[in-house]
């Protein structure tokens, strides 16, 4: 299904975007999903410990799948021969895939990237792989989702000023070649809008990126281990008053839900990252409230429901949270799942951080249709 973005309403205090994500499929058939929008992540064409239907029941819309591990396991071929990944993964609603490069950057070494594509070894056999900015569009063609992502190179947070241009200056080559071989019109091409902390290169690269002509747009850069948080928020102050109004803006890899806020006020419309099935695996629940972590940055508060003293614990997770995993369990109960290694642990936690990103998008959306986003956000860090 190809997307449309449709804006419908502006915060008039903080400029917040309230709209919806309209896919089009072939037929003309239609699917909408109103923005701000949370997207779960299933890395391996699954979201991690959960069925299609406990994902769908979450509230979710759009979910992500990662064309680098696809490519691998089990190739994109006997997805393509499955029917696509809504088939194969039996996902009736939009997907959207990477471009891989995120994990073959972490893989390479500053040699392996070369102007042709980057190098570098198979984290399952070791055997040596070559990315090009066409082959990564042709395996996204192969997989069959609605929205795919170009091919751009992830410099580190450290990277300086010079090596990140000439790094933006090569995305945009990959950008326009990637273009160029995209042939399935049924599913929608963005652009990576890529440039460190730096105004100059994000308004640069941004304007460039523009000028090439996707169906949407993502900013990228910004997830890093090592970035401060300022930065990440400079990142996309300095790019979005230079993407177009009428298509979405994604924020790539950022799940904090301080950082959702934070996001939404400067812009942004959809988001995504790993964090809410990773927490559950470690037994972590997010719950309402802000914690600083050794830096003092705000982070997502959450409890750890493999410690003891939750053994005798009879309440939800939380109280106001309407989930299954709170409607029906204790977090005494889960605190014995957690510490007896059972899977439905994960499962029911799972189901649960998840829930608790979207409530939170579906508050905003509210607040901004409101024109209350700005008293919003003051009642979330109070």
């Not at 992500?64 to 997805?79: C, F, I, K, M, S």
């Not at 809410?276 to 972590?293: E, F, V, W």
Request: aromatic share 10%.
């Amino acid at each position: 299904m190809k997307v449309k973005y449709e804006l419908i309403h502006q915060d008039k205090t903080t400029g917040a975007r309230f709209g919806k994500a309209i896919f089009i499929d072939e037929n003309g058939n239609t699917q909408e999903y109103e923005t701000p929008m949370f997207m779960p992540v299933g890395t391996q064409a699954t979201v991690k410990t959960l069925s299609p239907e406990q994902v769908k029941a979450t509230g979710a819309g759009i979910i992500l799948a990662n064309t680098y591990h696809l490519w691998q396991r089990p190739g994109e071929d006997v997805v393509e021969k499955a029917g696509g990944l809504h088939k194969f993964m039996n996902w009736s609603g939009p997907i959207l895939t990477d471009s891989g490069g995120y994990q073959v950057f972490s893989l390479s070494n500053p040699k392996g990237i070369t102007e042709e594509g980057v190098k570098f070894k198979s984290e399952l056999d070791g055997r040596e792989l070559f990315l090009t900015p066409e082959k990564s569009i042709e395996i996204q063609n192969a997989l069959g989702a609605d929205i795919i992502m170009s091919f751009d190179e992830c410099p580190p947070a450290t990277a300086d000023h010079q090596y990140l241009k000439n790094s933006i200056e090569r995305t945009l080559r990959w950008a326009a070649r990637g273009k160029a071989v995209h042939k399935n019109e049924n599913q929608s091409l963005f652009g990576i809008v890529q440039g460190g902390p730096h105004e100059d290169l994000r308004r640069w690269s941004a304007l460039e990126t523009v000028k090439l002509g996707f169906d949407g747009y993502a900013i990228g850069g910004v997830a890093n281990d090592d970035e401060e948080k300022d930065d990440m928020y400079k990142a996309i102050e300095y790019s979005v008053p230079y993407l177009p109004e009428d298509q979405l803006r994604y924020l790539m890899g950022v799940g904090e839900p301080v950082d959702l806020i934070e996001s939404v006020r400067r812009g942004i419309d959809i988001f995504d990252c790993v964090s809410p099935t990773r927490l559950a695996r470690h037994g972590n629940a997010l719950i309402p409230g802000l914690r600083k972590d050794a830096a003092g940055n705000l982070k997502e508060n959450r409890l750890n429901l493999k410690n003891a003293g939750f053994k005798e614990d009879f309440m939800p997770i939380s109280e106001d949270c309407d989930c299954y995993a709170c409607k029906n369990y204790t977090r005494a109960y889960l605190n014995h799942l957690l510490r007896a290694g059972e899977a439905f642990g994960a499962t029911l936690l799972s189901i649960h951080n998840i829930r608790f990103l979207i409530r939170l998008t579906e508050k905003m959306r509210e607040a901004i249709k409101e024109d209350r986003f700005a008293e919003f956000i003051d009642e979330f860090y109070n």
